[in-house]
């Protein structure tokens, strides 16, 4: 069973379509890569699947847990960490992590939030309120939050903001041993050479819906027949250009084009 499921999840926002007809799984040690333009409806799918925002249609679960109809259990297996993550000015870091341990139902927690501190090097700052703290230490402070409770399901909007290259490093690093360890992890970020770098699978959302979704490898082995550079930089842009191209005039496309277009539309169908 996957640890991550999204099922014909629509979201409507005030008669507009931010979210159309989106389906993905993700599973144990899995990382999944949600990519595309501003306004694309990654942040809007995310937190749905945090259960922050309710669906217009469709059906998200965590481990197997509904997130509209069983909220409690669905965030108990779920972290969150928002691109601008929302935390109290006047508490320290120790009693940031000391509320999330207690909002987990975690018992003895002092050891592994003093470790994530350590990884994160927040240790030195343990005293520290978050509102002394720099944008890059409040985003590790989050992380360390968000990874306390050792979720099954780890969402992350642009994880990378503000961390510095030691943070960057610590990471990657944890996302990947997270992964062996059995989590299942969705990051939405416009850094393409980060998701290349770390996702095993990648979802390309335009204009709300899926251009593609599968493994990293199967989208560029099947782009490489177009003999181009599979650099998901480049296969990026023509999957999110195809639909501009076809909608704008079909017949303007340069023939080149419209092998690009066939050799993305080719790989849109796998496990969509
Ligand atoms: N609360 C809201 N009310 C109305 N429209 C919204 C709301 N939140 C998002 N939208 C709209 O939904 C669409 C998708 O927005 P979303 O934030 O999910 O995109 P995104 O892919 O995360 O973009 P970005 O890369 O800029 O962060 C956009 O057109 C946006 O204007």
């Given at each position: 069973?996957?640890?991550?499921?999204v099922?014909?999840?629509?979201k409507?926002?005030d008669g507009?379509?931010?979210?159309?007809?989106?389906?993905?799984?993700?599973?144990?040690?899995e990382?999944l890569g949600?990519?595309?333009?501003?306004?694309a409806?990654?942040?809007?799918?995310?937190r749905?699947?945090s259960?922050?925002?309710?669906?217009?249609?469709?059906?998200l679960?965590?481990?197997?847990?509904?997130?509209q109809?069983?909220?409690?259990?669905?965030?108990?297996?779920?972290?969150?960490?928002?691109?601008?993550?929302?935390?109290?000015?006047?508490?320290?870091?120790?009693?940031?992590?000391?509320?999330?341990?207690?909002?987990?139902?975690i018992?003895?927690?002092?050891?592994?939030?003093?470790?994530?501190?350590e990884?994160?090097?927040?240790?030195?700052?343990?005293?520290?309120t978050?509102?002394s703290?720099?944008?890059?230490?409040r985003?590790?402070?989050?992380i360390?939050?968000?990874?306390?409770?050792?979720?099954?399901?780890?969402?992350f909007?642009?994880?990378?903001?503000?961390?510095?290259?030691?943070g960057?490093?610590?990471?990657?690093?944890s996302i990947?041993?997270?992964a062996?360890?059995?989590?299942?992890?969705?990051i939405?970020?416009?850094?393409l050479?980060?998701?290349?770098?770390?996702?095993?699978?990648?979802?390309?959302?335009?204009?709300?819906?899926?251009?593609?979704?599968?493994?990293?490898?199967?989208l560029?082995?099947?782009?490489?027949?177009?003999?181009?550079?599979?650099?998901?930089e480049?296969?990026?842009?023509?999957?999110?250009?195809?639909?501009?191209?076809?909608s704008?005039?079909?017949?303007?496309?340069?023939?080149?084009?419209?092998?690009?277009?066939?050799?993305?539309s080719?790989?849109?169908?796998?496990r969509?």
């Amino acid at each position: 069973m996957p640890v991550i499921e999204v099922a014909d999840f629509h979201k409507v926002y005030d008669g507009m379509a931010a979210v159309e007809g989106l389906t993905f799984q993700v599973g144990a040690g899995e990382i999944l890569g949600l990519v595309g333009p501003n306004g694309a409806g990654k942040t809007t799918t995310m937190r749905a699947l945090s259960g922050l925002i309710p669906p217009t249609r469709g059906d998200l679960s965590i481990c197997g847990h509904d997130v509209q109809c069983e909220p409690i259990a669905a965030k108990k297996r779920l972290a969150y960490i928002p691109d601008d993550p929302q935390l109290f000015p006047d508490l320290t870091v120790a009693e940031h992590l000391a509320f999330a341990a207690s909002a987990y139902g975690i018992s003895n927690a002092d050891e592994r939030a003093a470790e994530l501190a350590e990884q994160f090097a927040l240790a030195t700052r343990w005293r520290a309120t978050a509102g002394s703290l720099s944008r890059g230490m409040r985003q590790k402070l989050a992380i360390c939050c968000g990874y306390l409770h050792e979720p099954d399901a780890i969402l992350f909007d642009e994880p990378l903001t503000g961390l510095d290259p030691h943070g960057i490093r610590t990471l990657k690093e944890s996302i990947r041993t997270r992964a062996r360890q059995g989590a299942a992890v969705v990051i939405s970020s416009h850094l393409l050479a980060m998701v290349e770098d770390i996702c095993t699978h990648v979802l390309i959302l335009d204009h709300g819906q899926s251009r593609f979704f599968g493994p990293l490898g199967e989208l560029k082995a099947s782009y490489l027949s177009t003999e181009e550079s599979a650099s998901l930089e480049n296969i990026f842009f023509l999957a999110t250009q195809t639909r501009l191209n076809r909608s704008s005039d079909d017949s303007s496309s340069a023939p080149e084009e419209h092998g690009k277009q066939e050799a993305v539309s080719s790989v849109r169908v796998r496990r969509m």
